[in-house]
């Protein structure tokens, strides 16, 4: 999945171990799982060459996605149309 993090919300996520999200549009934290129950346990945080994004290497417990899906990129562009290329999780 893709989510927003700023500085607390990443010192909350080493802090806890459970990842904590920053959502732009509610103006708070949103630690995932907290109503799904499909938590995200921090395994590593890993920084790209110009440290300006972060990857999360967590371990997941159910889907991730609100569709109930594995990942949220559940969709491919293969010779011009877009292709489900993930079912929901069956549960």
């Known amino acids: ?6 500085a607390a919300s990443v ?17 708070s934290f949103w630690v995932k799982g907290e109503s799904s129950g499909h938590h995200q346990r921090l395994v590593e945080l890993r920084l790209d060459c110009d440290r300006d994004c972060l990857l999360a290497l967590v371990t997941q417990e159910g889907p991730a996605c609100h569709t109930n899906r594995r990942s949220c990129f559940y969709t491919a562009l ?3 149309a877009e292709v489900t290329i993930m079912d929901p999780m069956a549960g």
């Open 78 to 80: 293969r010779d011009g």
């Open 11 to 27: 010192a909350q996520t080493l802090e806890t171990g459970r990842v904590t999200y920053w959502s732009r549009s509610r103006q």
């Open 1 to 6: 999945m893709f989510a927003w993090m700023n």
